[in-house]
């Protein structure tokens, strides 16, 4: 040990150095600091000996590694989650890639190090090479803006307060040279809000770590196990990408012909409980044997609830101290995360739950059902009734069952399903077929456990036990009941009848209701299903008129998940509007109601992410659109036409934008191997315009334009299908076709914004090749002023260098500006004439951008095939070049010319009457002066005549 010219060893000094926290023996240096000049100058990687070796399967996770390389530019970098996220592994495989610079201590400390942790902290810098003045804890043998890393790993084994004290000094004294890499499973004892105010402080959690559904597919790929999209995303969301579970999941896959298998039983919470998965030993021995007893013992009683807050931890615990457990569970390596709303929600990680729940059926089997009851009870008091009927069921609290239901069955049958987790309830009573409203009570509960075939049998069961004549209030009844079941598999005309005959029957049996805001709320239901259906149909002023309605009864009844259900209906028909921030406001709103009555997943909550992630999209906010997108995902592996259609084309369209098309492809893939027609005919209308965008991004035109043709087949007036035709003839060389679509699509006033504006920007393009450079100026000024207020950003995503060209040049309008006509196309002008060859087309972002039109020095056209045609179509009978300037018969007046201006920017003739606070009237009288005036027939001959003449 080295000693000092003064008898002194170096631990004394140290000692001396801080004398109230004094400690001999064992917590001294190992060894003596090697001099600066036996180590290498250059830097300095860590003994391989001192890093724990990698998993045999591993994934290099870049995304991570980089962010690691960017923290330890700062003093303190804290790893913080439970077990099996995979701290140490990113540590290491960060190390052993050589990406750190300069001089790396690795010490990874032991259970109950006590002391020693010091010893093996010291032995570790000596290690490094990196020497430590004694008096004032320097880096003595550093040189001139040398930094170096020093990683404790394991952290939270440290729990001696000493040596706690001495590392905290250590970081406050080197921090501008050394940079701590601190891993640990809960956050360690330390004043961290030190850097953490400073700016100083880089902390990667359990969301940073987690495996996105990409690394868990490279992960997959790994272990060679081949798994369809959409168990890859089910496995992604039932183990809310923790690592270890996932990795545990996959190498149980290895080598069996049906690997999902393994996710089907996760999902219904089986798969924990097979030995050969392994899962819940991982679980026991890992998580679950570490905790605190108390802890334990709350988390095991409350996780037979979705979600737990500290009104149930006492009723189901008998505990007074409710908050202060869930806060203690909380911060036990996070196996309790806190999810908000009024009761201070918390949600247990969904494999632990179902660890936890399979504990319960063993060691608490007798208290089960008494826990469900508890449960019930509490539900019911603070006015919860889904979970209230769901846990009176598993609590085989029959009476209350039937009682919740016939009080709450409006908001239990229009308040769409939950997403609750599997599970085996108790056998129904034996008379249960002489009791109609408790076999209505086990429906609902079936619905929102998934089980839609039980649904429906004990819906059939409640109505023969009604009988043939049910009275007014029973025959209303059983129409929610269908209504509900009409909702769960999301068929929109059986939805649409259901709504129908509730309304019906509410108006027979006004005034019988048990509840004065039964009927208010049965109304409520059926207009807001009346509604969703409308926009499934893209019928949108039906579905307005039926929202509008079913809201204020919602607001007036007071129940609050047919208020969340009309938020999301309202979402929807703001966004398919183009109404981008209305529909964001809505979907927070369903988010939040459903934070408040404790619900994590439902399909209100899907369809509210779905929204915000179209938002995002369209907004170009692409990462943010991913993140809610992933946080939609439901652990649904049936590829269904119904629950999965959404999610699949918002995926798809999502990974389009971000140029992905193979995984675009695979997405859509589930929903495209039926007939049209299986679908909503929105979806339908969507998925296959997005099919054919696809086809086109790979060069197989032919099949775009079967897909399109098909398409204006059943939907003739759709404008989806139009702008689908149009990039289509763009991409055929035949812009003339593609302008006369996209004006009738503009002159039909598409019910969205955001159609609008792709109309816009696809005219541009298609005029540009035509060599109307004014025109197109025009339409993409047009198309910019009518984007910006809602930030739309996507229908101009790929188009950039085109678009910056012609808005920094504006053009000048030359005679033989505009496009020819052509004899009409049929069905969408998709037919390509004999020999012709399609045109250029780069896909990029989403957009499809066909390359312009070349024209000879005469103004001639060459069409792809070669051939120049003169542009020497008929004009109308009043050209817009046929009067010249000095012949005008009379002036504009100063009206007049205001009117031209705004004909100009397109808008609308009611647009531009509530721009001028006249009548639409008015304003056509004034077109018409404007038209006889210049000598023109047409709205774009007199805005090309305005320019002319310098009136514009």
């Excluded at 804290?78 to 010490?107: D, E, F, H, M």
């Excluded at 070049?881 to 004909?903: G, H, I, K, N, S």
Aim: hydrophobic letters at 45%; charged letters at 20%.
């Amino acid at each position: 040990m080295h000693t000092s010219h003064h008898g002194e060893t170096t631990l004394d000094r140290l000692a001396h150095n801080d004398a109230a926290e004094r400690f001999l023996g064992s917590s001294g240096w190992a060894a003596t600091v090697r001099p600066l000049e036996t180590r290498p100058s250059t830097a300095v990687a860590v003994a391989d000996r001192e890093v724990p070796h990698l998993p045999g399967v591993h994934l290099e996770r870049g995304r991570l590694l980089d962010q690691l390389d960017a923290a330890v530019e700062q003093p303190v970098t804290l790893v913080c989650a439970p077990t099996g996220w995979g701290k140490t592994v990113l540590a290491n495989s960060w190390l052993r890639a050589g990406r750190v610079r300069g001089r790396t201590a690795y010490v990874r400390f032991e259970p109950n190090c006590g002391a020693a942790a010091w010893r093996q902290f010291t032995s570790a810098l000596t290690e490094a090479g990196i020497a430590l003045d004694p008096a004032t804890y320097a880096w003595n043998n550093g040189r001139l803006h040398e930094r170096a890393v020093v990683v404790l790993d394991d952290l939270h084994n440290v729990t001696n307060r000493t040596v706690l004290r001495r590392l905290e000094r250590l970081m406050t004294r080197l921090g501008e040279r050394v940079s701590f890499l601190l891993l640990a499973r809960s956050e360690p004892p330390l004043s961290l809000y030190r850097w953490r105010v400073r700016g100083q402080l880089t902390e990667l959690r359990s969301d940073h770590l987690a495996f996105s559904q990409g690394e868990i597919a490279g992960l997959a790929d790994r272990f060679d196990v081949r798994l369809a999209q959409h168990f890859r995303y089910a496995l992604w969301h039932i183990t809310e990408g923790w690592p270890a579970a996932v990795a545990v999941a996959l190498s149980a896959m290895v080598g069996r012909h049906e690997p999902e298998r393994i996710v089907t039983d996760l999902i219904a919470g089986e798969a924990g409980l097979n030995e050969q998965v392994g899962l819940t030993e991982y679980v026991q021995r890992e998580i679950l044997a570490h905790l605190d007893p108390d802890v334990y013992d709350v988390m095991l009683r409350t996780s037979v609830v979705e979600t737990v807050c500290p009104g149930l931890v006492e009723a189901l615990t008998g505990s007074r101290n409710g908050a202060r457990q869930l806060a203690q569970a909380s911060r036990a390596n996070a196996l309790a995360t806190f999810y908000g709303g009024s009761h201070s929600w918390y949600r247990y990680r969904r494999l632990l739950r179902s660890v936890l729940r399979a504990e319960v059926r063993t060691t608490l089997a007798a208290e089960e059902r008494g826990l469900h009851r508890a449960a019930a009870g509490w539900y019911a008091a603070n006015g919860l009734p889904g979970d209230a009927v769901v846990h009176a069921v598993f609590g085989a609290d029959w009476v209350s069952a039937e009682r919740l239901f016939l009080q709450y069955w409006p908001e239990l049958c229009g308040s769409g399903p939950r997403a609750m987790a599997p599970r085996t309830g108790p056998h129904p009573p034996a008379d249960i077929a002489d009791r109609p409203m408790l076999a209505f009570a086990l429906a609902i509960c079936c619905r929102d456990t998934g089980d839609t075939s039980g649904m429906s049998a004990f819906i059939r069961l409640g109505e023969r036990a009604l009988g043939e004549s049910p009275d007014t209030l029973q025959a209303e009844i059983l129409a929610a009941m269908r209504l509900a079941e009409a909702m769960a598999t999301e068929d929109p005309e059986r939805a649409s009848d259901a709504a129908a005959r509730l309304l019906r029957r509410t108006d027979e049996a006004a005034g019988e209701h048990l509840y004065a805001d039964a009927a208010d709320a049965a109304r409520a239901a059926g207009y807001l299903c009346l509604a969703g259906s409308g926009v499934a149909y893209d019928e949108l002023d039906d579905a307005d008129t039926a929202l509008e309605i079913g809201s204020a009864l919602a607001r007036k009844s007071g129940f609050n998940l047919l208020v969340v259900q009309a938020n999301r209906q309202q979402a929807l028909v703001h966004l398919f509007r183009g109404r981008l921030s209305a529909a964001a406001a809505c979907a927070r709103r369903v988010l939040d109601g459903s934070r408040d009555a404790g619900i994590s997943e439902s399909r209100n909550i899907s369809y509210a992410r779905l929204v915000l992630t179209a938002v995002c999209r369209i907004r170009g906010q692409l990462d943010e659109a991913r993140f809610h997108i992933d946080e939609s995902v439901t652990a649904q592996v049936q590829p269904d036409p119904h629950s999965w259609v959404s999610g699949a084309i918002s995926l798809a369209q999502l990974l389009v934008d971000a140029d992905d098309l193979a995984g675009a492809a695979e997405a859509l893939d589930p929903l495209l191997g039926s007939r049209i027609g299986t679908m909503p005919p929105a979806a339908e209308v969507t998925a296959r315009v997005l099919q054919a965008e696809l086809c086109l991004a790979e060069g197989r035109l032919d099949k775009a334009r079967a897909v399109l043709d098909e398409l204006a087949h059943h939907w003739p007036q759709s404008a989806a299908v139009a702008l689908g035709g149009a990039r289509l003839n763009i991409a055929l060389g035949r812009p003339q076709a593609a302008a006369r679509a996209l004006e009738d699509v503009l002159a039909t006033q598409p019910p969205s914004l955001v159609t609008t504006v792709s109309a816009a920007v696809l005219l541009a393009q298609s005029l540009r090749q035509l060599g109307d450079l004014a025109g197109a100026a025009e339409q993409i000024e047009h198309a910019l002023r009518l984007a910006a207020p809602e930030g739309i950003r996507a229908p101009f995503l790929g188009h950039g260098a085109w678009i910056a060209e012609l808005l920094e040049s504006p053009p000048e309008v030359t005679p033989g500006d505009g496009y020819r006509a052509e004899p009409a196309p049929a069905p969408l002008g998709l037919e390509r004439p004999a020999g012709e060859a399609p045109a250029a087309f780069i896909p990029s972002g989403g957009s499809f951008t066909p390359a312009a039109a070349p024209f000879t020095s005469n103004g001639a056209e060459v069409t792809p095939g070669g051939a120049a045609a003169t542009a020497t179509a008929a004009a109308p009978a009043t050209s817009v070049f046929d009067v010249p300037a000095e012949q005008m018969a009379e002036p504009l007046t100063e009206r007049e010319t205001l009117v031209l201006q705004y004909l100009r920017s397109m808008l609308s003739i009611a647009e531009i009457a509530t721009v001028l606070s006249v009548s639409a009237n008015t304003v056509k009288t004034h077109v018409r002066h404007v038209y006889r005036k210049l000598g023109v027939s047409r709205r774009r001959d007199a805005v090309r005549k305005g320019r002319e003449l310098s009136l514009i």
